[in-house]
């Protein structure tokens, strides 16, 4: 994909008001400005871990993102109004 690959990887357990959810979250080394002014830069990829309740979380979030925001409810308007 044209990506070098994280520079570490962790696996972590979030209680959610009672519920379980893991996480994966992959370090990807920033570009550095060339001026060596001692600030760290790096990028973080925060995901639900690939579980039945990972799959769940993207689907919805999937299904937010590509719905009309009024539900589907906006009524279309004729030229006669």
Known sequence: MGYKPPFDR???TIDRCGKTVEY???????QGSGESDGKI?????????????GA?????????EWT???????????GTD
């Open 41 to 53: 830069n790096f990028y973080l990829d925060v995901r639900p871990k690939l579980t039945w309740e």
């Open 56 to 64: 769940q979380m993207r689907f919805q979030k999937w299904i937010r």
């Open 68 to 78: 009309p925001k009024d539900g589907g409810q906006t009524k279309r308007r004729s």
């Open 24 to 30: 994966i979250i992959d370090f990807y080394a920033g």
């Open 10 to 12: 962790h696996d972590w």
